[in-house]
């Protein structure tokens, strides 16, 4: 059984930082693209991050220079560092897993909110 399981979610405000994990169980995360989404109300889910198997990573425009996005291979852990959140950053941030074997293999995570006050 595949799970994404996110933390690190919560009430900051503008200009704080925070760090997300998700921790991965049931696939092979070595060979797992790994991505950083989020969702806020009433809008579409976009990507902010995304770090391949290989370790190159890229970002959307918006968080570029304030997000960082990192994994360790050995726990099944992907990270979002965030910095300088600003409070268009508010939304619940999902993580990804996409197997660089098997394009069907893609799973979600629950998601974990981020709220960002100014």
């Known amino acids: 059984q595949v799970q994404l399981v996110e933390s690190g979610g919560g009430l900051v405000q503008a200009g704080g930082s925070l760090r997300l994990s998700c921790v991965a169980s049931?696939?092979?995360?070595?060979?797992?693209?790994m991505g950083w989404y989020r969702q806020a109300p009433g809008k579409q889910r976009e990507l902010v991050a995304y770090i391949i198997a290989g370790g190159s990573t890229k970002y959307a425009d918006s968080v570029k220079g304030r997000f960082t996005i990192s994994r360790d291979n050995a726990l099944s852990t992907v990270y979002l560092q965030m910095n300088s959140l600003k409070p268009e950053d508010t939304a619940v941030y999902l993580c990804?897993?996409?197997?660089?074997?098997?394009?069907?293999?893609?799973?979600w995570g629950q998601g974990t909110q981020v709220t960002v006050s100014s």
């Open positions: 049931g696939i092979i995360f070595s060979t797992s693209d």
């Open positions: 990804n897993a996409q197997s660089i074997v098997s394009s069907r293999s893609n799973y």
